[in-house]
């Protein structure tokens, strides 16, 4: 038996990802250059709204098994990218659903 990670401040549910925003500002945008063109923090509901439930579960399973190979056993998932009723159960019903495939007790 090897022991694992438990990381109990995890916010692996969402849609997309905003690698390229990290490679901008290593080549000198500022984040008000990288907003004025429509990506940033406020981008990251908007995509998430639009993504279906289907493909944020897909996205997100990726992951889990991600941070899994590294050596995480146990998550805390949180939820708040949402900003509306609609799709912050959206994740949620991710959220139970990874919850369902991979808790074994």
């Known amino acids: 038996m090897l022991p694992t990670w438990c990381d109990s401040h995890t916010h692996i549910v969402y849609a997309g990802n905003r690698e390229q ?6 080549n000198g945008l ?7 063109r429509g990506d ?3 981008n990251s509901p908007k995509t998430l709204e639009s993504a279906s439930e289907k493909d944020i ?3 997100s399973i990726a992951r889990v ?4 190979q590294l050596g995480s056993g146990a998550l805390e998932i949180k939820s ?5 009723t609609d799709t912050e159960l959206k994740m949620l ?8 495939k991979f ?3």
């Open 30 to 36: 500022s984040y008000q250059d990288i907003a004025s």
């Open 80 to 84: 708040g990218y949402g900003l509306s």
């Open 21 to 26: 925003e990290f490679v901008d500002r290593i």
């Open 57 to 59: 579960y897909q996205q």
């Open 40 to 42: 940033g923090i406020l």
């Open 103 to 105: 808790n074994k007790s």
């Open 93 to 100: 019903r991710v959220i139970k659903r990874i919850k369902k």
């Open 65 to 68: 098994k991600n941070v899994m």
